[in-house]
């Protein structure tokens, strides 16, 4: 299965990472979750990457913070052996001034992935404004920080998530900043059905169906969430001819429209759902406070 390259990676945007492609590696690329955030440090943008991951050890937990040439400008790992602490801080420098991060996972309540649902909360300060607070906790987390809300939020714009599962795939999916969190769900059976189909549900809704899969195992739909336009874009190719372990990729962005998107590039792929390296680029830059949107890249391993 060809990279499909995403907006992730510890120094930006890169290529899809090697675990992607790797069926050897597929129990360890299960167990990561990464999101990116949009923030303006001293009139300076910036990206904020967390990733959750989980492995025999336990929950583990980085943040790294990259600036707008995707250079990393400092980063802190919590390991899972010292996960057990569950609450702490660390300070950073960046940009001339102190990072502060706080987090507070004592009560956290996780599922089955390494990234919690409620009780904990993570964030960060930065000369004592909240510039990024993750979790249900806010109070908790203004309370131990004694920050003031910051003039302008970091904005949610993309995650990374490995999923797992026979023929059914779950997750939660956000499509705008502070925009609602939704239950999808995918669904795909290579093994028994005679004509695999690809159905995808959001919050028990169908959405999306693509019959004569194995004819159709790369390509792209738009439908309507939240009122707003998603473009979804699949690559089941291992489903259905690579090895028993191999991984689809699905990508779900808002922003604009497709058109309006390759037609910003002068030399668009020939096929839609061929993207290259600039597309995840191109989606950064494009991201501006006012227009931001959302892109999620799901990699779905099937169980044996």
Not at 29 to 52: E, H, K
Not at 71 to 96: D, H, M, Q, T
Not at 179 to 192: E, N, S
Not at 217 to 238: A, C, H, K, P, S
Request: with cysteine; glycine share 6%; hydrophobic share 40%.
């Amino acid at each position: 299965m060809r990279d499909f390259p995403s907006c992730f990676g510890e120094n930006g945007v890169q290529v899809a990472d090697s675990s992607s492609s790797n069926a050897n590696n597929n129990k360890n690329a299960q167990n990561l979750v990464t999101c990116i955030y949009q923030s303006q440090i001293r009139g300076r943008s910036c990206l904020i990457t967390v990733t959750w991951s989980k492995n025999l050890m336990g929950q583990g937990l980085t943040i790294g913070i990259d600036d707008a040439s995707k250079n990393c400008l400092c980063k802190v790992e919590i390991k899972p052996w010292l996960f057990s602490k569950r609450k702490g801080s660390k300070s950073l420098e960046a940009y001339s001034c102190k990072f502060d991060i706080y987090w507070d996972l004592s009560s956290a309540k996780f599922v089955s992935g390494p990234e919690p649902y409620e009780g904990f909360y993570v964030c960060i300060v930065v000369e004592k404004q909240m510039v990024l607070l993750l979790g249900d906790m806010r109070k908790e987390a203004f309370k131990k920080t004694n920050a003031v809300p910051a003039r302008s939020n970091s904005a949610f714009i993309a995650k990374r998530e490995h999923v797992f599962g026979k023929k059914t795939f779950v997750t939660k999916a956000q499509f705008s900043d502070n925009g609602p969190v939704h239950d999808l769900v995918i669904d795909c059976d290579t093994i028994t059905a005679h004509e695999p189909c690809l159905i995808i549900r959001v919050d028990g809704k169908t959405v999306m169906q693509v019959k004569r899969l194995r004819w159709k195992f790369r390509g792209n739909l738009t439908i309507l969430v939240d009122g707003m336009q998603v473009e979804v874009l699949w690559d089941v190719y291992n489903w259905l001819y690579g090895p028993s372990l191999g991984n689809a990729v699905f990508m779900f962005k808002t922003c604009f429209s497709a058109e309006k998107f390759w037609s910003s590039s002068q030399n668009p792929p020939a096929d839609s759902h061929t993207i290259s390296w600039s597309f995840s680029q191109r989606f950064l830059e494009s991201n501006k406070p006012q227009n931001l949107g959302v892109a999620m890249v799901l990699y779905a391993w099937k169980n044996e």
